[in-house]
């Protein structure tokens, strides 16, 4: 396949959605104009059951840059993901098994390949970091761990917090840096896409490069989806939004995002101009109803990861909804046995992602029984037969036997 060097698309590669480019935009431009075909990686740990909105922003550029004819590598952490990623944690994961991340993984490269292409004459490479490190020997490990410090590491400011805090961090924490950045060094690649809480990672795999290959790898640091708080939207905290979700309950969560995340949403997960949305901006500065773009960017995105179809039947059903107050014709229905806590079925159910987003929701007042129109008070709540609205747009009927 012919490396295409069109100028504008290269611009928009080295702009749009992106945080920081190391060494420089100009060195990476500068390789994007030269013709040559460059390999390029993203690394994604399984750390649970399935991809989200967070994986899209990379995705959608590694896209880009497969149509401008570059080797694009999709790396499972299927090694690492046992450890998991300290970034920005306040204590230590769990420790997974390999099995539980293999079951994470299953669903990984279907998902994917809505954004990027697994086939044709330029197709994404699907490896695992168990290719090395399966066979590396404890030596081999030490010769790694030479090339870190421990005052390198605890430059990390999760790491810092938690000495200030005086909680622990593991050993494995600290190798996990290493770990990440040999992948680059396994793989030999140009460069290394991810999000912009990875970059410390991606500069140590930059630094390993260096010293190992005798190579300057290039690190694209893309933005991040924040909420208003600036705090990432992730599972822990029940405000992701996974690729697992059905188009409406896809629409509904990005409907309940703030106002300040309209712009930001279409410039780093969309394909909108940045034209159409400099407009947008200088609509809702004078004033223009939010609503409405909204709905435009969860019609996008729900578009990008069903279907268009999909997502003009995810916008009727969110009018019929939400701008009535009714309930949607396909809730979730489940037959229960009796003295089940409401928290177990909605966990079970998906409709909810963690205990902790539970807690949150009824301290909130945001769990109502429909029928008695009652809130929910109690986290440890046993479920009666009755229809749930849970938060703003999610609801499930429950019938007790």
Not at 98 to 125: R, T, W
Not at 172 to 195: K, R, T
Not at 365 to 385: L, W
Request: charged share 30%; with cysteine; net charge negative.
């Amino acid at each position: 396949m012919k490396i295409d060097i069109n100028p504008e698309k290269i611009d928009e590669v080295l702009t749009r959605g992106i945080e920081n480019i190391f060494p420089s935009a100009d060195f990476l431009k500068a390789k994007l104009l030269s013709g040559q075909k460059l390999s390029i990686y993203l690394g994604i740990d399984p750390t649970g059951p399935t991809l989200h909105l967070g994986h899209v922003i990379q995705l959608v550029r590694l896209g880009k840059l497969q149509e401008l004819g570059h080797q694009i590598i999709l790396l499972m952490g299927d090694i690492t993901a046992m450890i998991g990623d300290p970034t920005d944690k306040n204590a230590a994961r769990k420790k997974l098994t390999h099995e539980q991340v293999m079951e994470n993984l299953k669903e990984y490269k279907k998902q994917a390949s809505k954004f990027i292409s697994f086939d044709g004459e330029n197709p994404v490479l699907l490896k695992f970091n168990s290719e090395w490190f399966g066979k590396m020997s404890f030596i081999d490990f030490l010769e790694l761990a030479s090339n870190g410090t421990v005052g390198q590491m605890m430059k990390r400011d999760m790491f810092r917090r938690r000495e200030q805090e005086e909680k622990e961090t593991y050993i494995h924490e600290l190798m996990y840096p290493l770990m990440q950045g040999y992948d680059s060094v396994a793989l030999d690649v140009d460069g290394e896409i991810g999000g912009n809480d990875q970059t410390f990672n991606m500069l140590v795999g930059r630094d390993l490069m260096k010293v190992l290959k005798n190579k300057e790898k290039f690190v694209i640091a893309t933005k991040l989806l924040v909420d208003s708080s600036g705090q990432k939207m992730g599972k822990t905290d029940g405000n992701a939004v996974s690729l697992d979700q059905t188009p409406e309950d896809m629409f509904g969560k990005v409907m309940s995002w703030d106002d300040e995340l309209i712009i930001h949403g279409f410039e780093i997960i969309t394909d909108v101009p940045m034209s159409v949305l400099q407009d947008m901006a200088d609509k809702l500065t004078k004033g223009a109803n939010p609503k409405e773009m909204k709905m435009k960017l969860a019609k996008e995105i729900v578009s990008m990861c069903h279907s268009q179809e999909e997502a003009e039947r995810a916008e009727k059903d969110f009018e019929k909804t939400f701008a009535k107050g009714g309930v949607p014709d396909d809730v979730a229905e489940v037959e229960v046995a009796e003295n089940v806590p409401l928290v177990d079925i909605l966990l079970t159910e998906k409709i909810i992602e963690s205990k902790t987003e539970w807690r949150r929701l009824v301290d909130g007042g945001a769990v109502t029984e429909m029928s008695g129109v009652e809130k929910i008070t109690d986290a440890n709540v046993v479920a009666k037969t009755g229809t749930y609205k849970i938060g703003k747009r999610r609801f499930i009927k429950i019938e007790v036997k």
